[in-house]
């Protein structure tokens, strides 16, 4: 049995969501991310927000991306510069065609296939290079 109705379930991305909803405080934002990778060898983090062709992000989760996008940098357990990069995918499965938009640079690349995708999150290819 879940926690959270049929509704919900399109509503608040996990039952802890939907706990804080109902026991903490309305005076901050709390949103869900779908994707955070880290590559070790290139030193990057990134942090992805999935959308469907027909879905809108909220403009506190705008938010919430430019802010951490903003971020730049932070270090690993070794004081190594990991650099963060903030991105939205738009499609929907199985992915053939993509858009991205990278957050910290409000760049946008339209049609990326499905090849050209993998080879992104695989980091074989960087954003510029799609």
């Avoid at 919430?64 to 070794?78: C, E, I, S």
């Avoid at 199985?94 to 990326?112: G, T």
Wanted: aromatic letters at 10%; glycine letters at 2%; one cysteine or more.
């Amino acid at each position: 049995m879940t926690y959270r109705t049929i509704d919900e379930l399109k509503y608040y991305g996990s039952d802890f969501n939907k706990w804080i909803a109902l026991n903490c405080t309305k005076k901050m934002i709390v949103n869900n991310i779908d994707c955070i990778m880290f590559k070790y060898s290139k030193n990057i983090l990134r942090i992805i927000e999935s959308k469907h062709k027909r879905e809108k992000s909220s403009d506190s989760q705008q938010l919430l991306l430019r802010m951490l996008a903003r971020a730049g940098q932070t270090r690993d357990d070794n004081n190594n510069i990991v650099n963060i990069e903030v991105y939205m995918i738009i499609g929907d499965v199985p992915y053939d065609f993509v858009d991205i938009l990278r957050v910290n640079s409000n760049e946008a690349k339209f049609q990326i296939s499905n090849q050209n995708l993998i080879k992104f999150l695989n980091f074989e290819t960087d954003f510029k290079n799609l």
